[in-house]
């Protein structure tokens, strides 16, 4: 089991472009998060994605959106980049478990916007 | 509201010493809470995991502790080593629909040699 992976690991983009990071979930598990940690930060919610719908969003845009497929995989996509989406973006996935829902995250995606 | 406050927000110790990291929480309900270690630049990784019925669990020189009374955990690392240096995240969960881990801030743990 790979755990949970996430691609690029890291990204290099301009303000305005658009961008698309990509998250498989650990096996067995079908609800995916993604989250937003800027340097120094904690991680702040995006969103949740569970059987494919956007399950609950914390305080983004609407340039952030995203999706899940039907193998539980997940993408996040950003439009209009601005010099504050420069972060470390982390994706989550949770299963349900015996003692209620672990959470297991990816590598991350390290995103810079120039 | 659901908030977890983490205390101290840096420490800094001698490699060898022991240390401990607290954790207080208002999520409610309460269904479990995992410390994480999170590396600079990489994604978090869990050390423990506590469901309401467990006191104590220990993961190597890694022990947390729960108190569901107070709503208090504290993480606790004996003989410390360099490569411990890292962010402690506390993690609660909630027993409810949705999005449902409300993240500490994290306590910045150097170990100097």
């Known amino acids: 089991d790979a755990g949970v992976t996430q691609s690029p690991t890291h990204l290099i983009k301009t303000r305005g472009q658009q961008v698309t990071l990509r998250c498989s979930p650990k096996s067995g598990h079908d609800t995916v998060s993604w989250y937003q940690q800027a340097l120094g930060q904690g991680p702040q919610f995006i969103f949740q994605y569970y059987e494919e719908e956007e399950r609950q969003r914390g305080n983004f845009p609407d340039r952030f959106s995203g999706h899940q497929f039907p193998n539980y995989s997940s993408e996040l996509n950003v439009n209009a980049l601005l010099l504050g989406d420069s972060a470390l973006y982390l994706c989550a996935s949770s299963g349900k478990q015996r003692g209620g829902r672990e959470q297991f995250f990816g590598p991350g995606t390290r995103l810079t916007v120039l | 509201k659901n908030q977890v406050e983490q205390s101290p927000q840096s420490l800094i110790i001698l490699e060898g010493k022991n240390c401990t990291l607290q954790?207080?929480?208002?999520?409610?309900?309460?269904?479990?809470l995992r410390w994480y270690k999170q590396d600079t630049g990489r994604g978090p990784v869990s050390l423990t995991i506590m469901t309401f019925s467990e006191n104590t669990k220990s993961n190597g020189r890694y022990t947390a502790t729960l108190d569901a009374d107070t709503k208090q955990s504290s993480l606790h690392i004996t003989a410390s080593q360099l490569s411990d240096s890292a962010s402690y995240i506390c993690?609660?969960?909630?027993?409810?629909?949705?999005?449902?881990?409300?993240f500490g801030p994290g306590t910045r743990l150097s170990v100097l040699p």
């Open positions: 954790c207080n929480y208002t999520v409610s309900p309460f269904s479990n």
């Open positions: 993690v609660v969960s909630a027993r409810n629909y949705g999005q449902n881990f409300v």
